[in-house]
């Protein structure tokens, strides 16, 4: 797996160079939505996976060469295609990364906020990016279909306690999944905590790329715009993201190489991946390659076409 990938177009973040510091779908949840398939090994105790200094040396490398490109990204981000507080050594590559010059952000689903140890990886980042997805252990077992030793209202505790000592700047994500978070009783109930959260920006999510399971779909844009004027009641600022982020991805000049490292983690619109190809200077025989060696797959979702890692032989590559 690359450990690096980007830079990549961000709705939140900009122009975003991604850190994978947790290998292939290790996670404490297994949400319904995710775009890189279901959890395989769904675990809740941290261990070290890679190299600090190995990792270092990675972002390091890519820095430099964006920086004399004059094309630095807006954050350097721990988003692995598991969860990055999973890794016992998050707050040692936070402080080392912080070295290169450029802000740091850590995207995390929560689930372990309530460890102290956690949080205090956490403060040295210039933002963080929280999931609160539901309010009430049955919806969020439905959603994040979570590790069994998680208890949902540890969590929320945890999420608080971490709002109440972070100084960066904290987002809150939240996604809307027709027929099940989208009642109003539970729109307000999940309005009412982000708001005790006091996120700088509170972000209202739907599915845009296709999700682990089938049967998730988006809510009507009547209900995206009921949740969007509940959650105003309570945050200052809240945006909804249900567009697509820009065809701009960036790699190093291998293509394949590229194509798999980003993929791993942000599945790629078929605009995308030509868009790709055409800076990095590569054939699309390239991506038909990656295809049939079943490295690379395929997905209509929503009347386009996606490129993702084949998950399936994760284990094999």
Not at 71 to 97: A, C, F, R, V, W
């Amino acid at each position: 797996m690359e450990t690096v990938f980007g830079p990549v177009p961000s709705r939140r973040l900009g122009r975003s160079l991604g850190v994978n510091n947790i290998p292939p779908k290790h996670c404490t949840y297994s949400c319904v939505y995710c775009q890189v398939g279901r959890t395989t090994q769904l675990m809740h105790n941290r261990q070290a996976y890679y190299g600090v200094a190995d990792l270092y040396d990675t972002v390091a490398s890519k820095i430099e060469r964006l920086r004399k490109i004059q094309q630095l990204p807006d954050y350097i981000t721990i988003i692995p295609d598991g969860e990055p507080t999973l890794d016992i050594h998050l707050g040692e590559l936070i402080e080392k990364i912080r070295a290169l010059g450029v802000n740091i952000a850590v995207v995390t689903n929560s689930s372990l906020l309530w460890r102290g140890e956690v949080q205090e990886d956490l403060l040295d980042a210039d933002l963080v990016s929280v999931k609160v997805d539901a309010m009430g252990e049955p919806i969020w077992r439905k959603i994040n279909r979570p590790h069994r030793q998680l208890d949902f209202d540890v969590i929320m505790d945890g999420v608080l306690s971490f709002s109440n000592g972070y100084k960066g700047t904290l987002l809150t994500e939240t996604m809307l999944i027709a027929e099940v978070n989208v009642e109003p009783a539970h729109l307000q109930l999940l309005a009412e905590f982000v708001g005790q959260v006091h996120p700088e920006i509170a972000y209202l999510s739907i599915p845009t790329r296709p999700p682990a399971e089938d049967w998730v779909h988006p809510p009507t844009p009547e209900v995206i715009n009921d949740a969007y004027q509940e959650f105003t009641k309570w945050i200052d600022r809240v945006e909804i993201l249900s567009g697509m982020e820009s065809d701009t991805f960036q790699g190093d000049g291998d293509l394949k190489r590229a194509l798999l490292a980003i993929t791993a983690v942000h599945p790629m619109r078929e605009s995308a991946v030509r868009n790709l190809v055409k800076t990095e200077n590569g054939q699309w025989d390239d991506v038909e390659e990656l295809l049939a060696e079943k490295k690379l797959q395929k997905i209509s979702y929503r009347g386009s076409n996606f490129y993702l890692r084949d998950f399936t032989r994760r284990k094999a590559n």
